[in-house]
């Protein structure tokens, strides 16, 4: 039996431990917002919080997530928009829109170890996550009117 | 910003003016009655009060609910088009709610493809929201018992000036339902002076949901009693499923059981791949199961497929002659006559490319009683009724194809396979079933643009300048999905940069050659104008290099001076537009090479050893764009793009916020075609498999800054999602010839040997 908390609420899990988060979320607890797009730690697009770092849930067995606080997209907004959210829509950064959330937790994640980060701190955080639709310049742009928001 | 009207307008503001100027079919919209009863799926807007046509209904708390019936994958359709009737109904945008459209033929085409949503769509959605307007104006006029001629619009209110009176929208729908819907002669539409929303824009309709996940894409798509399903395909086109064992996948936690998909009949076309299905209490259960089948194929045809042999056929095809389409004067006649320096030739070359969106394939399908309910990330929800229809054997009417969000297209999601598999494994099983394809499905089994060898030969004259040109392409064409005995270009394909080269020179032969496929080949972001782009548009900047001479200037010499290009006794669809319509005017395109040699600064900007500016200019899909890329290569060959420029001119643009953005991602998809697009086979399976081997543009390798200037114009509305992509890619490439030296005639860079 695994326990975690996911969204401040504590879980139990007592299925196959090697099953990654990513789909214990998705298709157990139904937390759609975390997205799949590779499987292999390569795209991103299933970044969450654990215990307030970036992880991959593609890649993170449930038994390595047991006794964890995990924070979805889910939760960043359920109390009013976050800043980086406020900042991806002032600068109209989503096209399809698919790998947003884990760009989202992602820059989170980068402007809390780098509240005021450079283009190359943007490129070395953010390089781990794909947008297809190509709106880099963009979440370039919205990370930093981020940073300046909260300066 | 220049204004070009003078060349582009061409009577455009008399069909503002009228509407109805470039529509393409009569797609005037019947009214839905009130009492009819409402059939599953029918949106809000058929439920409301008021609803003139099918597209807008209106509520009497004055909601007004608009149908988008395109499909939503990133470039805000879903908004704009909805907006172009809001504006012209004069609703207040922010009391619009978007219903997305089933598929269903009552909306005209629905195939969210060939950058043509804004052109086949632009008269029609002012019409319907004309309509609407119309009848909230004769009510009101009704009720003050004054003549409609003295009653005006405001934002979401009909009012009389004289008077002082007004009524809001909502106050009207109930009267305003008792009037018959008028018809379009009695129509009056707005002014371009008067729009508030076209040519403006606004942000997605969706945009804060997709910032805080509660958008729904296919993948997120739910069924009470649903169970997952991830299929095991042949791994080589055309392959057979001989024998299969399933003891082990059974073994796998949350594995219920096994299905054997039945492989297509040729042609492909949409049908499934056929192959065996493993069905589970949740996606990742299913994956695990998939790699315990033990399976014994029997491959086909395919089998000795190897796309390195196959890349040096095609060149070799390309050097044979081959079908003209299109031919000035006699240039193999004078390329005959020629020898020496005056001679030059090249081959070019672009691999196989996947799509990959980053919402792999998925369809979640229920048959029960005799029908089918979809729910599907797709481009094209008719053709999901319609092979779904065939695969289930019931009529297409019987299939409820609902669209959700879609997780990126890019063409792929045009082609309903995935939701076909969907659906028959639900009829086998008797429950809904969701079918997930993993990354690895998605690069493994796409529908890929073609590959293409070209091969160039041109003489030129004492200044550098083409007395004669020839250019023959070769590619498996798209039509071989549907005829598996097609090899040559199809005339819409060839017409995408290839028919059209607009060069003004004497002596022109444009060919094509024959290429068998040995994958599905199918329609990517600018289809064969990435590879038609790259070839036409490299090959131009080797001859300016060549003549020593600036390639903006060369290039605009080489176009010539405005005219319209005469197609008289030429197969040359124009992307299904009429060429009266839409004239393909050269003027146009010198006009953009210019606003973007100004706005980049081309004149001052000097290439030098590791640092290099190069040029294009290309029109497809009605538009016309022109390029300039900046690029840095240091001593370790590590390119990166600090700059890229783009001037457009794309007729009138609704929506310009949105089209900038289109144009920024053009760039980065282009970026990846260039630097690492590439997808090989061995024994007819493809060697790709996940973004470690197939990789795309992350945020360090993508153009840093991207400009985008729009031309100012009311010549008619053509298409922005996919027009940047092909001269953003020779001009990648020019670029890195100016740094460089480096000639890049075969993509992508990663496989070229020039870098390391």
């Known amino acids: 039996m695994i326990k975690v908390s996911v969204n401040g609420i504590e879980q139990t899990f007592d299925g196959d431990p090697s099953m990654p988060l990513l789909w214990y979320l998705r298709d157990i607890l139904g937390l759609t917002g975390t997205k799949f797009g590779c499987g292999m730690a390569l795209c991103g697009a299933c970044t969450v919080h654990k215990d307030g770092t970036a992880i991959r849930s593609c890649i993170t067995p449930m038994s390595a997530a047991a006794g964890s606080k995990i924070r979805t997209i889910e939760d960043v907004g359920a109390n009013g928009l976050h800043p980086v959210q406020s900042a991806w829509m002032e600068v109209n950064v989503p096209q399809c829109g698919y790998c947003q959330s884990g760009q989202i937790m992602q820059a989170i994640a980068l402007l809390k170890s780098k509240p005021h980060p450079t283009d190359q701190d943007i490129e070395e955080g953010m390089a781990g996550n794909i947008c297809r639709c190509g709106t880099y310049q963009r979440i370039r742009a919205a990370i930093k009117l981020a940073a300046e928001k909260s300066a | ?756």
């Open chain 2, 1 to 756: 910003m220049k204004n070009i009207e003078n060349v582009s307008r061409r009577g455009f503001l008399k069909g503002v003016a009228s509407a109805g100027a470039f529509v393409l079919a009569v797609r005037y919209v019947p009214p839905v009655f009130a009492g009819e009863p409402v059939p599953v799926g029918q949106t809000e807007a058929d439920r409301a009060p008021l609803h003139p046509n099918v597209f807008v209904g209106i509520e009497t708390d004055g909601t007004v609910h608009i149908v988008a019936h395109r499909s939503e994958m990133g470039t805000a359709i879903r908004t704009t088009l909805p907006l172009v009737l809001a504006d012209e109904m004069d609703a207040d945008w922010d009391r619009v709610k978007i219903d997305q459209a089933i598929g269903d033929k009552r909306y005209g085409d629905q195939n969210t493809d060939g950058s043509h949503s804004i052109r086949s769509f632009f008269d029609t959605m002012r019409e319907c929201g004309a309509s609407a307007r119309w009848m909230l104006v004769q009510a009101a006029a009704q009720q003050w018992n004054v003549p409609a001629s003295e009653c005006s619009t405001e934002p979401h209110a009909v009012v009389h000036a004289k008077s002082g009176r007004k009524l809001g929208y909502g106050e009207l729908a109930t009267a305003a339902a008792k009037l018959d819907v008028p018809k379009k002669d009695q129509l009056t539409f707005k002014k371009p002076a008067e729009w508030r929303y076209i040519g403006k824009g606004k942000t997605s309709y969706d945009l804060e949901k997709l910032c805080t996940g509660k958008a729904i894409y296919g993948m997120d798509a739910k069924m009470e009693g649903m169970i997952y399903a991830s299929i095991e395909h042949p791994p080589v086109y055309g392959g057979i499923v001989r024998s299969y064992d399933e003891q082990d996948a059974l073994k796998v936690w949350g594995v219920r059981q096994t299905l054997l998909v039945d492989p297509f009949k040729p042609p492909a076309a949409f049908q499934p791949l056929g192959g065996v299905a493993v069905l589970a209490d949740n996606s990742w259960s299913a994956f695990q199961g998939r790699k315990k089948l033990k399976i014994t194929w029997d491959n086909g045809a395919n089998a000795g497929y190897d796309s390195a042999e196959y890349k040096k056929a095609l060149l070799e095809t390309a050097r044979k002659p081959a079908k003209v389409v299109r031919s000035v004067g006699d240039a193999n006649a004078a390329l005959a006559a020629a020898s020496g320096p005056s001679l030059v030739e090249a081959e070019y070359y672009v691999p196989l490319l996947a799509h990959a969106p980053m919402e792999p394939m998925v369809a979640l399908a229920e048959f029960k009683d005799g029908k089918a309910t979809i729910w599907a990330p797709t481009q094209n929800p008719q053709a999901v009724q319609a092979i779904v229809s065939s695969e289930l054997g019931i009529p297409k009417e019987s299939v409820i194809c609902n669209v959700t969000l879609l997780g990126g297209g890019f063409g792929r999601k045009s082609k309903p396979d995935y939701v076909a598999e969907a659906a028959v494994l639900s009829k086998k099983v008797g429950r809904p079933v969701k079918v997930v394809w993993t990354r690895e499905d998605d690069v493994k089994f796409d529908y890929y643009n073609a590959v293409a060898g070209m091969y160039f030969r041109a003489t030129v004259d004492a200044k550098g300048k083409p007395t004669a040109w020839l250019q023959r392409s070769v590619f498996p064409p798209i039509t071989s999905i549907f005829d598996v005995n097609a090899v040559y270009g199809d005339p819409p394909h060839l017409a995408q940069g290839w028919t059209d080269m607009p060069y003004d020179l004497p002596n022109i032969s444009i060919e094509n050659g024959p290429a068998k496929a040995h994958v599905r080949i199918g329609w990517l972001r600018s289809v064969a104008n990435i590879y038609h782009g790259f070839g036409v548009q490299c090959f131009t900047d080797e001859l300016a290099q060549r003549a020593h001479r600036d390639p903006c200037e060369y290039l605009l010499d080489l176009i010539g001076p405005g005219r319209t290009i005469d197609f008289k006794n030429v197969e040359y669809p124009n992307y299904g537009a009429s060429l009266e319509t839409y004239p393909w005017e050269t003027g146009r395109l010198r006009h953009v090479t210019e606003l973007v040699a100004e706005k980049s600064g081309w004149a001052n900007k000097k290439s030098v050893k590791g640092h290099g500016f190069g040029i294009a200019a290309h029109r497809s899909f009605l538009t016309y764009v022109a390029t300039v890329v900046e690029v840095e290569v240091n001593d370790q060959g590590e390119i990166r793009i600090p700059r890229v420029d783009f001037a457009v001119d794309a007729g009138l643009v609704a929506n310009p916020e949105i089209t900038r953005a289109q144009f920024e991602g053009a760039a980065v998809f282009g970026t990846s075609i260039v630097r690492t697009g590439e997808i090989t086979a061995k024994n007819g399976v493809i060697q790709q498999s996940n973004f470690h081997d197939y990789p795309v543009a992350r945020i360090n390798e993508a153009p840093q800054q991207t400009n985008v200037y729009i031309v100012e114009s009311f010549a008619p509305p053509a298409g922005v999602g996919e027009p940047g992509v092909p001269p953003f890619v020779a001009a990648f490439c020019n670029a890195i010839y100016a740094a460089t030296g480096k000639r890049v005639r075969s993509l992508p860079l990663s496989s070229s040997g020039l870098f390391g």
